[in-house]
């Protein structure tokens, strides 16, 4: 069983267009997050959602919304992709903010080249 | 925010312990030291986290100084599949949410 699993794991697409990728956890987890590793593999947070609530949006351009239909899911729809937005997405879950001890459980990633 | 220093990158011999060492001299009495790593094209995998004490798990020991300045990751037998890039950091509380800021990180390579 796989604990995150994100969808989908390639997605190549052109310039303008709009995409969504898919989240879901399994954990039971009440905290999911949205990271972006870029080419040069720099790793960084883009949003976190609590129980289906933002808690952390890191200054990502409007073009991207999350979306949490429920707490075991965080999609991540991008409008209007442009080549800056190619990189590896990659969603994560944890038991909560403010817990202490408690690692994250990330995906496997989803590869996004615009072209 | 607790910022760390890691070194780019270090080998290790396959079968010898890998002693990954990290920085975090501006540490808070209340944060935590998490231990990622990425092997190459996967998610960060959590390997260890600790506040004072040294801990140990089935994956690895995390030795933290007193001053609490500094940690040793340390894989007791390395094999190939430790190859990766491994990631110190130091939990950052922002208005109350927590968030994994990672850096760069330490390439560490196992030798045959």
């Known amino acids: 069983d796989t604990a995150v699993s994100q969808t989908p794991k390639y997605l190549v697409t052109q310039m303008g267009n709009d995409k969504s990728i898919k989240c879901e956890q399994n954990l039971g987890h009440d905290t999911m997050y949205w990271y972006k590793q870029d080419s040069k593999k720099f790793l960084k947070i883009m949003f976190s959602?609590?129980?289906?609530?933002?808690?952390i949006n890191e200054t990502v351009p409007n073009r991207f919304s999350p979306k949490s239909p429920d707490k075991a899911h965080l999609n991540l729809h991008i409008n209007s992709l442009e080549l800056g937005d190619s990189a590896v997405y990659f969603c994560?879950?944890?038991?909560?903010?403010?817990?202490?001890?408690?690692?994250?459980?990330f995906g496997s990633g989803t590869r996004l080249t615009v072209v | 925010d607790a910022k760390t220093t890691q070194p780019t990158s270090m080998d290790c011999a396959e079968g010898r312990a890998a002693n990954l060492p990290c920085n975090h001299s501006t540490i808070s009495g209340n944060e935590y030291v998490y231990w990622y790593r990425q092997i190459h094209s996967q998610g960060p995998q959590y390997i260890i986290h600790?506040?004072?004490n040294n801990e140990t798990n089935e994956m690895a020991s995390l030795i933290i100084t007193e001053d609490r300045k500094s940690s040793t990751l340390i894989l007791p037998h390395a094999t190939l599949r430790d190859t990766a890039v491994y990631y110190c950091?130091?939990?950052?509380?922002?208005?109350?949410?927590?968030?994994?800021?990672f850096g760069t990180g330490t390439r560490l390579t196992i030798i045959p």
């Open positions: 994560a879950s944890s038991q909560g903010p403010r817990l202490s001890g408690y690692g994250y459980t």
């Open positions: 959602y609590n129980n289906k609530e933002l808690i």
């Open positions: 600790g506040l004072k």
């Open positions: 950091i130091v939990r950052v509380v922002n208005f109350g949410n927590e968030k994994l800021t």
